[in-house]
């Protein structure tokens, strides 16, 4: 009998030896920053990108659901807008879809750090009469050609023979009107991200134009914001302009139709592709592993033309901009700041359910660890405010 309970203590002995580790383990490497509590009564204060703006208005309305004492207020001013206003502390944190240029990270903050929060498509959308329906197949280089003003009727035989359905090349061919351009007006990270792509599709766009938030547009007219693009798509027949994806799928034209939008030739020159959450994704796949820290230099991180036969060829990671020394923020103290370390990693984990049906794509697993890491480096006074193992 004495030897029996002997062996059940040593047995029940080495049960807990074997389970306590990995369960103190476990809890330790799922921690996420303390949350709000009930009493806590914030307003973040931020603004930036029009291109996150669904997604960041989502997660405002989301998140005060859960924690009601938490507000935010997100301005979509446009990506450059945001970048100043990060710059002399005027938000409590930006959206861009621009990563920092080198005489942008002199001006921000010292250790500024970077947070992908989304991924997502920007798409070249038309008003053309007679075509009600998604599917103008242009490639690369028309696109360039198109904003050089190089191409500037509809029924330029470089666009017509793209062509494959009977429907859109007949309204082209007989359609000789100038192709109203529209671009953005602001400094906006979707331009950034737009004429990055055009400057890896064409070499003549590259060495006339280049890649920036704001570029000197050869041919067009100017709308703020995703939104002031989309709008005058809408209105104005014979136009094409770019937009987020989210906006183009939002909208409807004049005619009440959904907005139309091209398919883009793919970087392996196999397909015209649709935008969709999943064409995006096979863009953004191949990232992951070659993205800096979010304290180093972003300046050079693309996800446009990527290789693969189903990767959508205009796509871009969209950011937050945060300080990681939060005293030096107006109105900041550690326990808002505590609360504001809470409502990134909210968004960079469960917030990220919400992407899918608002067209983004969740941030892969290994690009969420990268943004937690950054966020376990914001300080006050010094202090790290929560750690990430």
Same mark, same amino acid.
């Given at each position: 009998?004495?030897? &029996?309970?002997?062996?059940?203590?040593?047995? +029940?002995? +080495?049960?807990?030896?074997?389970?306590?580790?990995?369960?103190?383990?476990?809890?330790?490497?799922?921690?996420?920053?303390?949350?709000?509590?009930?009493?806590?009564?914030?307003?973040?204060?931020?603004?930036?990108?029009?291109?996150?703006?669904?997604?960041?208005?989502?997660?405002?309305?989301?998140?005060?659901?859960?924690?009601?004492?938490?507000?935010?207020?997100?301005?979509?001013?446009?990506?450059?807008?945001?970048?100043?206003?990060?710059?002399?502390?005027?938000?409590?944190?930006?959206?861009?879809?621009?990563?920092?240029?080198?005489?942008?990270?002199?001006?921000?903050?010292?250790?500024?750090?970077?947070?992908?929060?989304?991924?997502?498509?920007?798409?070249?959308?038309?008003?053309?009469?007679?075509?009600?329906?998604?599917?103008?197949?242009?490639?690369?280089?028309?696109?360039?050609?198109?904003? %050089?003003?190089?191409?500037?009727?509809?029924?330029?035989?470089?666009?017509?023979?793209?062509?494959?359905?009977?429907?859109?090349?007949?309204?082209?061919?007989?359609?000789?009107?100038?192709?109203?351009?529209?671009?953005?007006?602001?400094?906006?990270?979707?331009?950034?991200?737009?004429?990055?792509? %055009?400057?890896?599709?064409?070499?003549?766009?590259?060495?006339?134009?280049?890649?920036?938030?704001?570029?000197?547009?050869?041919?067009? &007219?100017?709308?703020?914001?995703?939104?002031?693009?989309?709008?005058?798509?809408?209105?104005?027949? $014979?136009?094409?302009?770019?937009?987020?994806?989210?906006?183009?799928?939002?909208?409807?034209?004049?005619?009440?139709?959904? &907005?139309?939008?091209?398919?883009?030739?793919?970087?392996?020159?196999?397909?015209? %592709?649709?935008?969709?959450?999943?064409?995006?994704?096979?863009?953004?796949?191949?990232?992951?592993?070659?993205?800096?820290?979010?304290?180093?230099?972003?300046?050079?991180?693309?996800?446009?033309?990527?290789?693969?036969?189903?990767?959508?060829?205009?796509?871009?990671?969209?950011?937050?901009?945060?300080?990681?020394?939060?005293?030096?923020?107006?109105? &900041?103290?550690?326990?808002?700041?505590?609360?504001?370390?809470? %409502?990134?990693?909210?968004?960079?984990?469960?917030?990220?359910?919400?992407?899918?049906?608002? +067209?983004?794509?969740?941030?892969?697993?290994?690009?969420? $660890?990268?943004?937690?890491?950054?966020?376990? $480096?914001?300080?006050?006074?010094?202090?790290?405010?929560?750690?990430?193992?």
């Amino acid at each position: 009998m004495h030897s &029996m309970t002997k062996k059940i203590f040593l047995g +029940l002995a +080495l049960m807990l030896i074997l389970l306590v580790p990995t369960t103190v383990l476990s809890a330790r490497a799922e921690s996420a920053p303390p949350a709000p509590g009930d009493s806590d009564k914030y307003n973040f204060n931020a603004g930036g990108s029009t291109f996150a703006f669904p997604i960041i208005d989502k997660w405002r309305v989301e998140y005060n659901k859960l924690y009601p004492g938490i507000t935010l207020n997100y301005q979509a001013i446009g990506s450059g807008a945001g970048i100043k206003l990060f710059s002399t502390k005027k938000v409590d944190f930006a959206g861009t879809d621009a990563p920092l240029q080198t005489y942008e990270i002199a001006k921000a903050p010292k250790g500024t750090l970077t947070i992908p929060e989304s991924i997502g498509a920007i798409v070249i959308t038309y008003n053309l009469p007679g075509v009600q329906q998604n599917g103008l197949k242009l490639t690369g280089d028309v696109i360039a050609k198109i904003y %050089l003003g190089q191409i500037s009727t509809w029924n330029d035989q470089r666009i017509v023979k793209l062509q494959t359905d009977p429907t859109i090349a007949k309204a082209l061919q007989n359609d000789r009107n100038k192709i109203i351009l529209v671009h953005r007006s602001d400094g906006s990270g979707t331009t950034f991200a737009f004429t990055s792509y %055009l400057s890896q599709v064409s070499s003549d766009w590259n060495n006339r134009i280049g890649h920036s938030t704001s570029v000197p547009w050869p041919a067009g &007219m100017g709308g703020s914001g995703n939104a002031g693009v989309a709008v005058i798509v809408k209105k104005v027949p $014979e136009s094409l302009g770019y937009v987020e994806l989210a906006y183009a799928k939002g909208n409807k034209m004049a005619s009440g139709i959904p &907005m139309t939008y091209a398919y883009v030739q793919n970087h392996d020159k196999t397909a015209f %592709l649709d935008a969709t959450v999943d064409t995006t994704a096979a863009a953004a796949s191949g990232a992951a592993p070659s993205l800096p820290a979010a304290d180093g230099v972003w300046s050079s991180v693309s996800i446009n033309d990527a290789p693969g036969p189903n990767a959508y060829p205009i796509v871009t990671f969209t950011y937050l901009l945060v300080n990681p020394n939060l005293e030096q923020l107006k109105g &900041m103290d550690k326990h808002k700041a505590q609360d504001l370390v809470h %409502l990134l990693y909210w968004f960079v984990t469960d917030g990220q359910k919400y992407s899918t049906k608002l +067209l983004y794509v969740p941030l892969p697993s290994a690009v969420q $660890e990268l943004d937690k890491k950054g966020i376990s $480096e914001m300080k006050f006074n010094g202090q790290q405010l929560w750690s990430y193992p």
